[in-house]
């Protein structure tokens, strides 16, 4: 665990400190609204360090916050910053308890009942099927039958860490849930009092670096079109869903569509990553400063929609690199600092496509991240 930081010229006097795997996207946002910014996430790139006050970095462990220094960065920063607000992202759904019992922080989002409520697979497929939403068969022992057609999953992880190919599970707590054909989209949504307000209908990509992780998350498509059938299905569903648990704050629900059919995978109860590109789409509108101003109880904000898309890639290393000295297009974000050891796998920037620059934008998108990638490979293997 390290600390950089420098001076905030902020107008907006209590912090917002931002907990997340990656922080970069919720600390620009924060930033641009006025808001003085603490980030704890697991790189402390380039791009975050910039608009953070403070950037604590705690490096992540098999992609996810290692357990006993998360506690303990968690006191540190408490003990250094008493009285703050606080956007739990992802990766921080393990750790809600902790972070709500902190005197003096209030949390921006949903409370850790209501994430317990929407992660505990038992609990979670028990209210779908109560309200008749339909969700793939889950199983909570190993299926019987036709095992290799079973997924497992562990529960309280985010980006897709926690899906594998093992009919007997992988040593942590979980559950069997069954692999159905389907494209995955989410709603991205911005909830207050059990009503909600769409944001926008994503398309959602995957790839699996690791033989025993199918399904990576590696980015988005905005404003998906589903079709009025489906939309109206989709709609029905979310509605119901936000009601019942009560969610505040941005909020996204991940489903597979497949024909005419819908079914609903997971609630994610907090900011999405997917955010970002309505951001990119309207510049005009801070949809932090949306989410903070609802948890903070004002009233729900009604948002201006746009039917544009855009699309965002992540990058991964397929080999072992070093971060070399390159000039990043402005069109990367996530930047990992020189000299940076960049693991197989591991994520190494975020790169766009905006609307108008090619048909197929999430390709345009993938297709600028192999220029990254290959820019990577020569100039670490001029250094060799």
Partial sequence: MHLKSHASTSTKSKPIVIIAHSARALAESATRAGYTVVTVDGFADVDTVAVSSQAWCLPLLYGEFDQPRFITCLHKLHADIPNARVIAG????????????????QLLGNSAASVRQVCEPGSFFAALDRLSIPHP??????????????LYKTPYRCGGLGIRRNKNGCGLPGYWQQEQPGIPISALCLCSHGKMQLI????????????????????????????????????????ILIEHFNLIGICSIDM???????????????????????????PKVNLIDAHIRVCEGEPLLRLNSTTEQCAYSIVYADDHYTVPAIDWPPWCSDRPEYGRALPKCDPICTVRALSGEAEDLYNRARQKGQQILSLIKQKDKNTN
């Fill in 90 to 105: 992802a990766g921080c759904e393990p750790y809600m308890s902790a972070i709500e019992t902190l005197q003096g922080w």
């Fill in 256 to 282: 597979l569509l497949h024909g005419e059919d819908l079914t609903v995978l997971e609630i994610n109860p907090r900011v999405s990553a997917t955010y970002e590109l309505y951001e990119w789409l309207s």
């Fill in 200 to 239: 926008g209908i994503n398309r959602q990509f995957t790839c699996a670096p690791d033989s025993q992780l199918p399904y990576i998350y590696s980015g988005a498509l905005a404003n998906y079109d589903v079709g009025r059938l489906i939309y109206d299905k989709l709609i029905s569903y979310i509605s």
């Fill in 137 to 150: 068969a889950v199983e909570f022992n190993p299926p019987s039958q036709n095992s290799s057609s079973w």
